[in-house]
């Protein structure tokens, strides 16, 4: 059983990375420009380390801003499934009741 959950955990997992994969770049982009700026101050370059470090704030904006923006549209296409169905459900349930008549 265990092996089975582990297995779910990972497809779900390879899912999610998938339908969202501004989450592991935006991380990704993030950590690179806080190492450079880490380098920077470490070498005694205040100014540029100091710029890294705004450009750091402005990526992990970025990158939320992009989740929010793919889940609202995932939200909007999810709304549109669901009125296509019940529209093609209504739809259906009339013809029989024509039929019927």
């Given at each position: 059983?265990g092996a089975v959950n582990?297995?779910?955990?990972?497809?779900?997992?390879?899912?999610?990375?998938?339908?969202?994969?501004?989450?592991?770049?935006?991380?990704?982009?993030?950590a690179g420009v806080l190492?450079?700026?880490?380098?920077?101050?470490?070498?005694?370059?205040?100014?540029?380390?100091?710029?890294l470090m705004r450009a750091?704030?402005?990526?992990?904006?970025?990158?939320?801003?992009?989740?929010?923006?793919?889940?609202?549209?995932?939200?909007?296409?999810?709304?549109?499934?669901?009125?296509?169905?019940?529209?093609?459900?209504?739809?259906?349930?009339?013809?029989?009741?024509?039929?019927?008549?």
């Amino acid at each position: 059983m265990g092996a089975v959950n582990s297995e779910l955990e990972e497809l779900f997992q390879e899912k999610k990375r998938v339908r969202n994969p501004f989450v592991p770049i935006g991380a990704l982009v993030t950590a690179g420009v806080l190492t450079a700026g880490l380098i920077s101050f470490r070498q005694g370059n205040s100014h540029l380390g100091q710029k890294l470090m705004r450009a750091r704030v402005v990526a992990q904006g970025a990158t939320v801003a992009l989740m929010s923006f793919v889940l609202k549209i995932e939200t909007i296409i999810q709304d549109l499934q669901f009125s296509l169905i019940s529209a093609l459900c209504t739809a259906q349930a009339n013809l029989k009741d024509f039929e019927m008549i």
